[in-house]
């Protein structure tokens, strides 16, 4: 069983920045592309962020490009989302999912494998 674990979120003041990471149990880290996902209250769930199996690749959401850096380290079974610039629309519980492929993640609606429990960012304007 594959279990992955969110850690980071907290209350952040609008501008500042945010480092999330998603820890992986088991042996599958390095044969799944992993993403970022997040929901705001009353919104669904909506794709921030992915990256391929070694890295090679990456995909982010328009309203994250320039602002949010994903990025894995195989050897450690973790993945890492540094969030800059970070606004009130941020605001959501951002969650943490794994997929064969960098398009299953980018997909509508995603094919994911797992999928972590959640951490809370909040930006206060």
């Known amino acids: 069983q594959v279990q992955l674990v969110e850690s980071g979120g907290a209350l952040v003041q609008a501008g500042g920045s945010l480092r999330l990471s998603c820890a992986a149990s088991?042996?599958?880290?390095?044969?799944?592309?992993m993403g970022w996902f997040r929901q705001a209250p009353g919104k669904e769930r909506e794709f921030v962020a992915a990256?391929?199996?070694?890295?090679?690749?990456?995909s982010y959401a328009d309203s994250v490009k320039g602002r949010f850096t994903i990025s894995r380290n195989n050897a450690r079974n973790t993945m890492d989302l540094q969030m800059n610039s970070l606004t009130s629309d941020d605001t959501a519980v951002y969650y943490c999912?794994?997929?064969?492929?960098?398009?299953?993640?980018?997909?509508?609606?995603?094919?994911?494998?797992?999928w972590g429990q959640g951490t809370q960012v909040t930006v206060s304007s």
């Open positions: 990256i391929s199996r070694y890295g090679r690749s990456t």
């Open positions: 999912a794994a997929a064969g492929w960098i398009t299953s993640l980018t997909a509508t609606p995603p094919r994911t494998n797992y």
């Open positions: 088991g042996s599958i880290f390095s044969s799944n592309a």
